[in-house]
């Protein structure tokens, strides 16, 4: 594996002012001996890991689930964007090692904790896993090392939250152990911005924890960017969150509007994006997916509530993207009721389950509440998605049990609806587009074929 180094050394961090175990985290990170351990193995943990590994540090994989530790351990990805040769590569270098074994934690000089962030039944933070993983630190928590919170979550967790449990050990912070927060900014799937090459935002809970997590991140990463507290790096998140959240309701009300009044929303948003300052283009969809969007500004409303505030804003724009998949819905019955038909006993291919393209991560996904909503119509449900094969059990859904169909001018033919809910690139729309007899677009992705279109719907 090829070591990259993005930052050279600048001035040596490991000075005599500070404590003992200060200068020995220091100077192994500047000598890049420092061994990097990663709690969660997932979607960011794994990305994060390659770019320790790849900056020359020796790192250690822990994740309580056993069968993605055989996997990793086998150097077999469960992760569809992240290929097989990237495991192996590291494998091999020696400078990763997956282990379920947290006995093991011990041995890693900074603990970057990367594990879920749910919401609960009633929608509040969920912060279970952050506790657990904290409490298996703290039970081994050492002199000089650095444990830093990656999960996304409301301002005052690593503080307030992490703080405690850590300091059950009797070590102090900022003297004996080190503790900042950074955001995870992992954009799945997005070849141009791999873990290495998105700048980082890093907050420490004290000014030597602060040093040495820039300086851990410099060694690893394009660029960091030190704030004065773990609360601001902890706001910044969901802050890039919640903007996109609430940009993205946005467009979801004027596609709405718009399609009242004959006005294509993709086309109008093409143009505004040519606006070269003040204008930052989002898209319309079926409603919000994946771990982030949909779940963190409900952290966000519930820190407000707790110190007195509303979030009317955020609110309102939970309120109109969850109403999306109702509205896709009402285009199909339109659609269909053209053509004298209702959604009960219809065949109808839901295209796309995965929550964005070309990845196979299917959490949040607004196709699993088309799911709800095709079935308790009463719809004869299909569905195919190139990167999930059979439908997955989902928390909030009863999911059918099917398989992926493989797209074909015959299965086309043969259905009666086909909504496309993820735009994978590798799918053929031209033959979506030529043999289904109704197509219900949510993604704009038939807008480039060259073929009469009054077959399809825009939703
Ligand atoms: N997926 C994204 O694109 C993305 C982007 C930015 C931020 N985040 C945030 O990063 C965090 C992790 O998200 P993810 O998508 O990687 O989740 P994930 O579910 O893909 O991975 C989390 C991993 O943590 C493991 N785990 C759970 N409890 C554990 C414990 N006590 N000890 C060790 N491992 C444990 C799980 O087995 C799982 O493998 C969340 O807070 C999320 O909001 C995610």
Same mark, same amino acid.
């Given at each position: 594996?090829?070591?990259?180094? #993005? ?18 985290? !220091? ?38 689930? +056993? ?33 379920? %074994? ?26 279970? /896993?952050?506790?657990?993983? !904290? +409490? ?69 809970? *004290? +000014? ?40 993205? !309701? ?8 718009? *399609? ?16 070269? #300052? ?20 409900? /952290? ?12 009317? #804003? ?12 109702? /509205? ?13 038909? !209702? ?24 196709? #699993? ?40 001018? %015959? ?11 993820? *735009? ?36």
């Amino acid at each position: 594996m090829r070591i990259r180094t #993005f930052l050279p050394a600048e001035t040596p961090i490991s000075t005599t002012l500070r404590s003992e175990p200060f200068q020995k985290l !220091a100077q192994s990170i500047e000598d890049r001996t420092a061994c990097v351990g990663v709690m969660g193995l997932g979607y960011v943990g794994l990305p994060l890991i390659h770019a320790f590994a790849s900056a020359g540090h020796p790192t250690l994989g822990f994740d309580v689930d +056993e069968r993605k530790i055989e996997q990793l351990t086998a150097g077999k990805s469960y992760i569809g964007h992240l290929p097989d040769e990237m495991l192996t590569e590291m494998l091999d270098s020696k400078l990763f090692e997956p282990t379920s %074994e947290m006995n093991r934690l011990e041995e890693a000089d900074i603990i970057l904790i990367c594990v879920p962030t749910p919401l609960s039944e009633s929608r509040d933070p969920d912060l279970r /896993y952050v506790e657990s993983t !904290a +409490e298996e630190i703290a039970k081994r928590l050492r002199p000089g090392q650095m444990i830093v919170l990656e999960s996304t979550t409301y301002p005052g967790t690593t503080k307030d939250c992490v703080l405690p449990i850590l300091e059950q050990s009797g070590l102090k912070v900022g003297e004996d152990f080190f503790l900042a927060y950074s955001p995870e900014r992992e954009d799945p799937g997005n070849k141009d911005y791999t873990a290495s090459r998105i700048p980082k935002v890093v907050g420490g809970h *004290d +000014e030597a924890s602060a040093t040495l997590a820039e300086a851990i991140y410099k060694n690893a990463v394009v660029d960091v960017i030190k704030v004065s507290s773990c609360e601001i790096a902890e706001a910044c998140k969901i802050l890039e969150n919640t903007y996109r959240a609430v940009n993205i !309701a946005l467009v979801n009300e004027l596609k709405m509007l718009y *399609d009242r009044m004959g006005i294509d929303i993709w086309e109008v948003i093409d143009a505004a994006k040519t606006k070269p #300052f003040g204008f930052q283009a989002f898209y319309p969809g079926p409603g919000l997916g994946g771990h982030c969007i949909p779940i963190d500004p409900f /952290y966000l409303t519930w820190v407000a509530r707790k110190n007195g505030c509303s979030t009317r #804003f955020i609110e309102l724009a939970g309120e109109i993207n969850t109403s999306m998949p109702k /509205y896709v819905i009402s285009k199909a019955m339109e659609g269909l009721n053209h053509q004298g038909k !209702a959604i009960r006993n219809s065949k109808i291919c839901l295209l796309g389950v995965a929550y964005k393209k070309d990845v196979d991560d299917p959490r949040e996904s607004p196709s #699993f509440v088309l799911i709800d909503e095709l079935l308790h119509f009463g719809a004869d449900l299909s569905y195919s998605d190139p990167f999930v094969p059979k439908l997955p059990s989902m928390r909030n859904h009863n999911v059918p049990d099917l398989a992926s169909e493989d797209l074909t001018p %015959e299965f086309l033919a043969s259905q009666d609806c086909v909504i496309i809910a993820t *735009d994978h690139t590798e799918v053929d729309y031209e033959m979506v587009v030529q043999y289904a007899p109704l197509v219900i677009d949510t993604r704009n992705a038939t807008a480039k074929i060259n073929l009469p279109k009054e077959n399809v719907i825009k939703a």
